[in-house]
């Protein structure tokens, strides 16, 4: 087995995913105001993700076998290792049951819909075939994705699943995903040459006008949440624009970058916000510098109140 880089082994173990999304899980709770969940949740969430990643990443690895999926890194990381991912992904799917169950049944009655789009999603990549850019594809990965990082923490809130549904903040990170992963599968399929040089500019510039599209809606509910809401929510909308930026640095200078680095610079994209989000925060007074909730000298009265720039 050749040597790979250091930085690549957490898509190759297919750890970016679960840690992107328990950075925005977290950031969740701070624009939600949700100090209370499960102390199991996070560990739920996580593993969860990860075996959604490991099974889809062994049935694209199947495909490619076949000579009807794409070629990768990782497809062919779990091509070498294929048996071991396997066990790995039956004592994480044993370790998902077993988190379940001691979640309470109002959460996994809140979070059924979720399991829409991701058997959509599989069934969608089944008979992908794995070529090209497959858009609906990726809105749906970015639509599970999102909801599903997002669903334990709305639970708390003691909302419908309707109000989750039509939130800005998870429209706009769903918005994010799904130009996160329309982005990594356009850059797969240039470099491998699946698309041809007018397409895949075609597909560059849509990616650039979904990403200014996004960054225009956030500019716009940060000014509203400058005036009328929390200041959180500014941060947040803020800290999505940061992410959307990373984004559209990578497409402006993909040639920069070989394919295996820019899929991994696209999870950092992700994680980027994290650091703005924490720093604005502080900056704003809601949660003290070196702790990861809100400020204990603040009373919740006083966190309620705050509005406006800082």
């Known amino acids: ?21 328990l950075a925005w899980f977290w950031m969740f709770k ?13 560990w739920f969430l996580a593993l969860t993700v990860w075996c959604i990643y490991v099974a889809d990443r062994l049935m694209d690895e199947r495909l490619a076998e076949l000579g009807t999926g794409r070629t990768t890194a990782r497809h062919r990381f779990h091509r070498q290792l294929r048996n071991p991912m396997k066990i790995g992904l039956l004592i994480g799917s044993l370790g998902v049951f077993f988190l379940m169950a001691i979640q309470s049944r109002g959460l996994l009655l809140y979070g059924m819909p979720v399991l829409l789009p991701v058997a959509a999603y599989f069934a969608v990549s089944f008979y992908d075939a794995g070529r090209g850019v497959s858009w609906f594809k990726n809105i749906l990965a970015g639509t599970a ?13 003691e909302r419908s699943i309707w109000d989750l549904a039509l939130s800005p903040e998870v ?18 399929a240039s470099s491998g ?26 500019y716009w509910l940060a000014l509203r949440a400058e005036d009328f809401t929390l ?19 990578l497409a402006l200078l993909r040639h920069l970058f070989s394919s ?20 604005l925060l502080v900056d704003y007074g809601i949660i003290e510098f070196g702790k990861l909730g809100w400020n ?9 109140e705050i509005t406006g720039g800082g």
């Open 1 to 21: 087995m050749a040597r790979r880089p250091l930085w690549i082994w957490p898509n190759l173990l297919s750890l970016d995913a679960p840690l992107v999304a």
């Open 30 to 42: 701070q624009v939600w105001l949700v100090k209370y969940h499960q102390p199991s949740l996070p």
């Open 145 to 157: 994705f999102a909801y599903g990082t997002t669903v334990g923490v709305h639970f708390r809130r």
């Open 171 to 188: 429209v706009v990170f769903a918005g994010l995903c799904m130009i996160n992963m329309i982005a990594i599968d356009h850059w797969e």
């Open 193 to 218: 040459d699946d698309e041809e040089e007018e397409t895949s500019e075609f597909h560059k510039t849509v990616l650039l006008i979904l990403l200014l599209v996004l960054v225009g809606a956030c």
């Open 231 to 249: 200041q959180t929510h500014k941060a947040f909308y803020l800290s999505v624009m940061v992410g959307a930026g990373c984004l559209a640095f």
């Open 260 to 279: 295996e680095s820019l899929r991994v610079l696209a999870d950092v994209a992700m994680l980027v916000p994290l650091p703005f989000f924490y720093w």
């Open 296 to 304: 204990l000298n603040q009373p919740d009265s006083a966190v309620a």
